[in-house]
């Protein structure tokens, strides 16, 4: 009988913020979003912070080269994110691999492989549901599934790649709804 990977999540939510989501719904929609995006015998660790337009637009601005808010942001492990500023981030290194991205980590044989990190802006998630009449926890659904799939390699530069991932938020969100994990 195989056993079920490890797949451990981690919530930081800012305080004070009044989203009326408790973490053991924040950890269920996680779990979900991490079902749908990971492969079956595959774990991994993320985590997620809940927090405000002004940490959001810092971290937009700092690694991303975009002075704005926005709705949510995915740091991943793996996978490099895009870099819209009008120069590349500074990079800090003499390794070659270290330039090009290509980290090597070794952990230790009982550590559960880190995927990255979603942040979110409660603010902007608040905006996004009232804007299209929905719950803040629908909103907070989609962001972190969202969120989720960038970790692990999706994308939406290109119409193919948008069309696959709505696919896997679509498939997510359903599964999530399955469990009366979304609604007021």
């Known amino acids: 009988m195989s056993r079920s990977p490890t797949r451990e999540i981690d919530i930081i939510i800012d305080q004070p913020l009044d989203i009326e989501a408790s973490e053991d719904w924040l950890n269920m929609v996680m779990q979900q979003a991490l079902c749908v995006a990971l492969a079956d015998d595959k774990a991994g660790q993320v985590s997620l912070l809940l927090t405000d337009d002004v940490t959001v637009r810092d971290l937009n601005r700092k690694y991303r080269g975009l002075d704005e808010v926005t709705d949510v942001l995915s740091f991943s492990a793996e996978f490099p994110g ?20 290509n980290f090597s980590f070794i952990l230790p044989p009982d550590q559960v492989p880190p995927l990255g990190e979603v942040i979110i802006s409660c603010p902007q998630a608040q905006r996004q549901a009232s804007e299209k009449g929905h719950v803040l926890k629908q909103e907070l659904a989609l962001l ?9 390699g999706h994308d939406h530069l290109e119409a193919q790649d948008t069309e696959l991932m709505r696919c896997r938020e679509h498939l ?13």
């Open 82 to 101: 895009q870099w819209e500023g009008p120069d590349q981030p500074k990079v800090d290194t003499q390794d070659e691999d270290e330039v090009s991205g």
């Open 144 to 152: 972190m599934v969202h969120g989720v799939l960038h970790l692990v």
């Open 172 to 184: 997510a969100l359903q599964q999530i709804s399955q469990f009366n994990v979304v609604g007021p």
